[in-house]
């Protein structure tokens, strides 16, 4: 029984060898947001809240651009399994292409539509000048902000890539290092040190900016002057043509999936205009929440990525046996690292919200959020390690039965309905919806069961 849940003490190495750089990547990167977070809310709610509203139309950006390249990764992972250079470098060819063409729509949008789509969420319990003040300030994050998009799809691309032949630690480097340039001029930028104007939330968007060529630039010289580990990049640019059957194969399999994370971050961001109605206080008290969870999420967040460069590997090699006990194995590590690190944010709840300078109504919404989240991490964590266990396989239907299709039918009817048609607290609210989410595990369970995932699509 035990040997089902349970790997081999090499598994763990293997495992933990691919996780731990993709969480000190993610966990170093969410770790500055976090003081990027606290650094702005020292400089008061009103900007903290127009950052936080802005930062939710950037993350249906962002997982829009990690859907375009998790479609074709599919294919780039099994194309390096089966020791297929020429296809993984179609499959980075066709990702650089699509993604650049995606990137500028968003940008596009973001221009047109950007202060409509922030009215959105400031149409809730407040004062009016509060209101104005966060859409003026979430405005110009927002604009500074599209200058940044373009480095980081490409940076995404290349990193992936990368990530895709198991070499996690490049990609660790470039976060690294545009962190620490992030965290540097966000010091100076926000509070106007060293000589410099104090810009506020406007300092962090510039940060942030200048991070994400920082990081551009690491993680493309280091993929040029290394083309023995990366055949990849050979030629890669000698020619942009990608054979049309894998863009019709990576369109088939690879497009439902953009569009799976694509209505998933529209399905969070509507789920946050949801909460929002409920007043100005809550949105801060959701934006130190989320920050905070992002942070104390990345090891089982770590291991969902794991999962999908492993099990694509294998399934590329014709492991299917294999593939099968992998996951069993992942699921259950991703549960228990998150439930003992659930109980450590639970306890830390009760001291974060005093980092920011708010109001105790925000600190005191903010914590009881923290404590919701930290007694359901584990249900993330075992819903997170079975959307990429099912996503490995490419099947995508699924996928996008299990993901996005009970985003919105589940947790936004939920989310809308409670906080538009009941009175009850904000805190019952978030527990429900975070409690819906057995559903989604259960369907996790039965699809995983059931073994149709379990299929190597480049065996041609």
């Known amino acids: 029984m035990l040997r089902n849940f349970f790997g081999t003490k090499k598994f763990y190495k293997h495992l933990i060898l691919l996780m731990v750089p993709i969480m000190i990547q993610n966990g170093i990167t969410n770790f500055v947001n976090m003081l990027d977070n606290i650094m702005v809310g020292q400089v008061g709610t009103v900007q903290m809240t127009g950052v936080a509203v802005s930062n939710q139309l950037i993350f249906v950006f962002n997982l829009c651009v990690f859907g375009a390249i998790s479609g074709a990764g599919i294919f780039g992972a099994q194309f390096y399994g089966k020791g297929d250079h020429k296809g993984l470098r179609d499959t980075f060819r066709f990702k650089l292409i699509f993604c650049i063409a995606l990137t500028i729509l968003c940008i596009g949008i973001f221009i047109l539509l950007g202060e409509t789509l922030i009215s959105f969420y400031l149409k809730g319990e407040g004062s009016t000048a509060d209101a104005a003040a966060s859409l003026m300030y979430a405005k110009k994050y927002l604009f500074i902000m599209l200058i940044g998009m373009l480095p980081y799809t490409i940076a995404q691309c290349y990193a992936s890539t990368l990530r895709e032949t198991g070499q996690t630690f490049i990609p660790m ?143 590329g090699s014709g492991e299917t046996e294999k593939a099968r006990d992998t996951a069993r194995h992942c699921i259950t590590f991703s549960v228990m690292i998150s439930a003992g690190i659930g ?89 429900i919806c975070q409690l819906l989410n057995l559903l989604k595990c259960l369907l996790g369970y039965i699809f995983i069961k059931q073994g149709s995932w379990i299929k190597n699509i480049v065996s041609e």
């Open 343 to 431: 109980i450590i944010y639970a306890i830390a709840s009760n001291y974060i919200p005093y980092a920011y300078n708010t109001n105790n109504e925000v600190r005191s919404i903010a914590a009881g959020l923290m404590q919701i989240a930290a007694f359901t991490m584990p249900i993330e964590a075992y819903a997170h390690a079975s959307y990429f266990t099912l996503r490995s396989g490419g099947k995508t239907f699924i996928t996008i039965l299990f993901d996005s299709c009970f985003m919105w039918v589940v947790s936004v009817v939920a989310a809308f309905v409670l906080n538009n048609y009941t009175n009850l607290p904000i805190l019952t609210i978030y527990l």
């Open 173 to 315: 480097v470039a976060g690294v290092a545009a962190v620490l340039v992030n965290l540097s001029l966000n010091y100076v930028l926000i509070f106007g040190k060293l000589g410099a104007p104090e810009l506020g939330a406007s300092g962090a968007a510039i940060a942030t900016v200048i991070s994400r060529f920082a990081e551009l630039a690491v993680v493309v010289l280091w993929t040029h002057l290394h083309k023995d580990k990366n055949k990849f990049i050979i030629s890669a640019f000698k020619s942009l043509t990608v054979p049309k059957k894998l863009c019709g194969q990576i369109f088939i399999k690879g497009l439902p999936l953009m569009i799976n994370e694509t209505l998933w971050a529209a399905g969070v961001a509507t789920i946050s205009q949801c909460y929002s109605i409920r007043g100005l206080n809550v949105i801060a008290a959701f934006n130190i929440s989320t920050t905070f969870y992002n942070v104390f999420s990345v090891a089982f967040m770590a291991v969902g990525m794991s999962i999908g460069i492993i099990l694509g590997q294998q399934l």
